[in-house]
């Protein structure tokens, strides 16, 4: 097995019964514990409008948990470029990173206002009925499950005219292409920042702050192709939509020009994972993520997350459990020694040089756990080789 690193990503999930302060202390108490088990990054998702997830202001929680922590990189998976403008974002960063330095990750992404009104306009042109009867098998590539067809961009017509509201709400910085938002990001960075017109705008905060910048991106699309165009690195998003994952990181390295920030591409790949001592009681924990997962796609959004009683007594309908099959089948979980062999797999199919971990479980106390067996197997199994 080749040495990569573990990073984590967290949404701050607030479980069922629970509240979002709690989650948030959650979140960084998972920060601390997941430094201590050798983690290299800690990243927040942005999530807004939805009463199952707490990371609605990655930027402050990122202060928050740099703060409780000392050497784990804590970062953005990702600040969503189209519902802040470049400015905001470089300052935002700058600012913690300035009193964090050389520890801070600005991951960007490109969904905002645009991204959800693209996803409802192909909601709203598609039948009501037009989802499969039955969950489709994905195809292996080298062992590597990858579904036939991406699920991750379907909405029902009800989630999506939801999604229109809240892009009211969440506002939006005008039609300015992916591709300009970061070169603009870049450029307060680098203190280079000219206008239209020409005339020079400095953000001081961002200014020679010791950071990195990432791009983000689930797609063979601008993401990926502004990542390597910029030389940054990219994180090909396997645990949003799987089926895309492999022509995301080719697309990247297509891409790829060197830069002053990266010499040669650098792939990171997320994973959804849950561990357990053994196989049976982590199938156990893993009950309510189907459930979870429609309700994004097909309902009011991220909900409490459900204890595995909670899940049984749900009922499921043949097309309801297909439209959520991409997520279920990619999902790694197990015993340590299944999950290492299945991440790894997912490493040398991909190409990954890094790999960055999401977990959610109902349980704060099973959520720790989860990530200390996937450490302590991660580095048993690369210290074997």
């Known amino acids: 097995m080749t040495s990569v690193p573990l990073s984590v990503l967290d949404l701050a999930p607030v479980p069922s019964g629970g509240t979002a302060a709690g989650a948030l202390r959650d979140t960084v108490d998972l920060a601390q514990h997941v430094e201590r088990y050798g ?26 948990v740099a703060a409780a922590t000392r050497r784990i990189r804590v970062g953005s998976g990702a600040v969503l470029l189209g519902q802040h403008t470049p400015l905001q974002v470089a300052e935002d960063f700058g600012t913690i990173a300035q009193l964090h330095p050389d520890r801070i990750d600005l991951g960007l992404g490109r969904s905002g206002l645009a991204k959800f009104v693209e996803l409802a306009e192909a909601a709203l042109e598609r039948e009501p009925d037009d989802v499969p009867e039955t969950p489709p098998e994905p195809v292996l590539v080298d062992g590597l499950p990858v579904p036939r067809t991406a699920r991750g961009g379907s909405l029902s017509r009800a989630r999506a005219q939801r999604l229109e509201a809240h892009a009211r709400l969440l506002g939006g ?106 196989d049976a009681t982590a199938r156990e924990l893993a009950k309510p993520f189907a459930g979870w997962v429609h309700d994004i796609r097909y309902g009011d959004g991220a909900q409490p997350y459900p204890t595995p009683a909670e899940a049984d007594r749900r009922t499921w309908t043949d097309p309801e459990r297909a439209v959520v099959a991409d997520r279920v089948q990619t999902r790694i ?13 997912l490493r040398r199919v991909t190409g990954a040089d890094e790999l960055l971990i999401t977990t959610i479980t109902h349980d704060h106390q099973d959520r720790l756990r989860s990530f200390e067996l996937l450490a302590e197997a991660w580095a048993g199994a690369t210290a074997g080789r």
Not at 39 to 64: C, T
Not at 202 to 222: F, I, K, M, N, Y
Not at 223 to 247: K, Q, W
Not at 333 to 345: A, I, M, Y
């Open 39 to 64: 983690y290299q990054r800690f990243w927040l998702a942005e999530h807004h409008l939805v009463p199952g997830v707490a990371s609605s202001s990655p930027a402050v929680l990122i202060a928050s």
């Open 173 to 278: 910085t005008g039609r300015q292409e992916y591709d300009e938002q970061v070169r603009d990001v870049l450029a307060f960075l680098d203190g280079t920042f000219r206008d239209v017109d020409g005339q020079e705008a400095r953000a001081v905060t961002a200014e020679r702050a010791l950071l990195q910048v990432w791009v983000l991106g689930a797609s063979a699309g601008p993401s990926s192709r502004a990542a390597g165009r910029l030389g940054l690195p990219f994180v090909s998003n396997y645990h949003v939509t799987p089926s895309t994952v492999l022509e995301s990181a080719a697309s990247y390295r297509d891409s790829f020009e060197p830069s002053a920030r990266l010499d040669r591409p650098y792939l990171v790949v997320s994973a959804d994972v849950l561990v357990a001592d053994d």
């Open 333 to 345: 979980v197990g015993s340590p020694d299944t999950v290492v062999e299945r991440l790894e797999v």
